[in-house]
């Protein structure tokens, strides 16, 4: 069924109370995006919103693996509304966390605390007015968000790694090992100067998504994508690397390098895992030079 309310054509805007009051920390927002069987390929998602009434819909489905899920005051919530097929056929809508028919199913208990969750919605009636954008623009504002989600998630990773480094110089310096400090060992200096040298090309990448976006840029996916790939992957060899460095205190519950070891892992599979950006990464690069035949003739 074709989604109609609003089909005149203009985007639909809600209400300004939501942005100020995030902004100044009054309220708490999430991004319901996944589903049981709708991660990566968002073309899958199977959440609706139908049409109820003249200036209202109704939705219906399940989300999950939702940040500040049970604690947000709205959701930005993707449903299906059948402008098209696949991911043409999305549009995005702001819902109060008390509207009638949103539920908490379950809080999701992860390796670090992190507040997630899976959410209901069962007959979930909002007015038209809540859609962010025209109908059928939901991937083109999730995968816009998603481009500046990928960037913090690096920015996150880039900040546990330099902590490690931190760690892990402290206790190259302080251990003594065989008459000497750990950090006068060849193979300690080595695998302290590639966590160094790595953690300032992540810190480069993730400034670079950063900069890009503040200049104006429309859309930072490849930058983006690159930041979060290559912070996280990076992130995880350094935390490694600090908890092999402090030998059997880097695995004692409640360590530094415990904690770092725990928080990094997951980095690299939300907002899109390691795989998933390799391919963003390839396809716009492939785009690219699809779009400059003539530039790369000149040049020949």
Not at 32 to 57: F, K, M, R, Y
Request: aromatic share 6%; net charge positive.
């Amino acid at each position: 069924m074709r989604f109609s309310p609003g089909t005149t054509g203009l985007p639909i805007l809600p209400s300004p109370k939501y942005l100020p009051a995030v902004c100044a920390g009054r309220r708490i927002a999430a991004f319901a995006l996944t589903e049981p069987a709708a991660g990566s390929d968002v073309g899958a998602l199977a959440t609706t919103a139908t049409a109820d009434a003249i200036d209202h819909v109704c939705i219906n489905g399940i989300k999950t693996w939702i940040s500040n899920g049970g604690i947000a005051d709205h959701y930005i919530v993707f449903a299906r509304t059948g402008e098209a097929p696949g991911v043409k056929g999305l549009s995005a809508f702001v819902v109060d966390a008390n509207t009638p028919g949103l539920t908490t199913v379950e809080r999701i208990e992860v390796i670090a605390p992190h507040p997630l969750a899976t959410l209901r919605f069962q007959d979930c009636r909002i007015p038209v007015t809540q859609r962010l954008g025209a109908g059928g623009d939901g991937f083109k504002v999730a995968m816009a968000t998603l481009d500046v989600f990928r960037a913090t998630v690096g920015a996150a990773a880039l900040g546990i790694a330099r902590r490690a480094l931190d760690e892990a110089a402290s206790r190259a310096a302080t251990r003594m090992l065989f008459g000497r400090s750990l950090g006068d060992l060849q193979m300690t200096q080595a695998a302290l100067a590639e966590s160094a040298a790595e953690v300032d090309a992540a810190a480069l990448l993730v400034y670079r998504a950063a900069w890009s976006k503040d200049t104006g840029a429309e859309r930072i996916t490849r930058e983006s994508s690159i930041a979060k790939m290559f912070a996280t992957e990076i992130g995880q060899k350094v935390v490694d690397r600090t908890v092999q460095i402090h030998g059997g205190n880097g695995v004692r519950v409640g360590s530094k390098a415990e904690t770092l070891y725990r928080e990094i892992r997951a980095l690299r599979i939300y907002e899109g895992a390691t795989e998933v950006q390799k391919v963003v990464i390839a396809r716009e690069l492939m785009k690219a030079r699809v779009a400059a035949p003539a530039c790369r003739q000149v040049r020949a």
